[in-house]
């Protein structure tokens, strides 16, 4: 069962829905989209799922395929996951349980702020 992130571009705001299609949710999940920590924390993956959010690219175009894209920590934002079943988990903020951690973490990194 696949799961939506909805992640917004902070320079322009705009919100956008993208299906990770074959992952299920699971209780590492949070961990994985979480800032500073999983795969998903950083912008370089963030920016792919937001482009590919905008509908599928022709087979062979370039830019969609082979996108590259930067590293950092504030450019896009993931606002929530939403599950199969309606309900949404908050990402980046508060309510997940390893955003205490990312703020701990930008106190020893603060060029990451
Ligand atoms: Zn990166």
Redesign the pocket.
């Known amino acids: 069962m696949s799961y939506k992130i909805a992640i917004r571009k902070n320079a322009t705001g705009e919100i956008r829905v993208y299906e990770l299609e074959r992952c299920d949710w699971d209780d590492a999940s949070l961990f994985w989209l979480s800032r500073g920590q999983g795969n998903f924390g950083?912008?370089?993956?963030r920016e792919l799922e937001f482009v590919r959010a905008g509908g599928p690219g022709p087979e062979d175009d370039p830019y969609w395929n082979e996108l590259e894209t930067e590293?950092g920590h504030e450019r896009f934002d993931i606002l929530y996951a939403e599950l199969p079943d309606g309900s949404r988990h908050e990402v980046d903020g508060p309510e997940n349980p390893y955003w205490a951690e990312w703020l701990e973490y930008l106190t020893r990194h603060p060029e990451q702020a």
């Open positions: 950083c912008d370089c993956n590293c």
